[in-house]
């Protein structure tokens, strides 16, 4: 998990939602991106065995910070988590699994925004469920065949998903329907603008609509 200046209550959501995974062990590494309360971060991380803590000495951003948690990491099985982001107790659990069972390289699940008063945003494309790019599970020895997350400011995860399948093949890359991750959608911040570009507008319109109606 990489953070900078985050909302300390969502975090702590973020953080308990894999520390108290079902049937797997876990752990938890988060890179302080050099947030303004990073006191606040390290002292939460301090009420959990399973969590270690690193602070980052320059912002760097989010895939700098994700490669950085990679090669600190001790297990074999990774994954990424949002820091205002939700997963499912069953999340980790189910992928482990489905990478077994499939012989993938990759597995993903999707993913059902929610905005700050609890109700679901419909994502691109007018569609509720979407898929969940951050959720990529897999085997850290796949960095060895195609390279670490390219230490772009946005949309590293998708770039990554990309040249997987290019190098190892559509089948490496299983995306399952399944909605196990939950994020916390906001159209006003950076990566929502990077994410959605030319439709933004059009899905800033559509998500109103729905409040509206919602709201009758």
Same mark, same amino acid.
């Given at each position: 998990m990489t953070t900078y200046n985050p909302?300390?209550?969502?975090?702590?959501? /973020?953080?308990?939602?894999?520390?108290?995974?079902?049937?797997v062990q876990t752990e938890l590494i988060i890179v302080d991106d050099h947030s303004e309360n990073s006191r606040e971060i390290e002292n939460i991380t301090k009420n959990y065995r399973s969590v270690r803590y690193f602070k980052n000495e320059t912002n760097n951003g989010t895939y700098k910070s994700r490669n950085k948690a990679i090669d600190l990491c001790k297990y074999s099985i990774i994954t990424f988590q949002d820091d205002d982001d939700i997963s499912h107790p069953d999340r980790l659990y189910y992928q482990c699994k489905e990478l077994e069972k499939t012989g993938a390289s990759i597995v993903a699940v999707s993913h059902i925004r929610f905005n700050e008063q609890g109700r679901v945003q419909i994502d691109s494309g007018c569609?509720?469920?979407s898929d969940g790019?951050?959720?990529m599970l897999f085997n850290k020895s796949i %960095?060895?065949?195609?390279?670490? %997350?390219?230490?772009v400011r946005s949309r590293g995860d998708v770039e990554f998903r990309s040249r997987s399948i290019r190098i190892l093949g559509k089948d490496a890359f299983v995306q399952q329907e399944i909605p196990l991750y939950f994020s916390k959608g906001s159209m006003n911040n950076l990566s929502s603008i990077f994410e959605?570009?030319?439709?933004?507008?059009k899905? /800033?319109?559509?998500r109103k609509i729905i409040e509206v109606k919602n709201d009758e």
């Open positions: 909302d300390i209550q969502y975090l702590k959501i /973020a953080i308990d939602s894999i520390v108290k995974q079902n049937y569609k509720i469920k790019p951050v959720t %960095f060895d065949k195609i390279g670490k %997350f390219s230490e959605y570009g030319i439709d933004y507008p899905l /800033a319109l559509q």
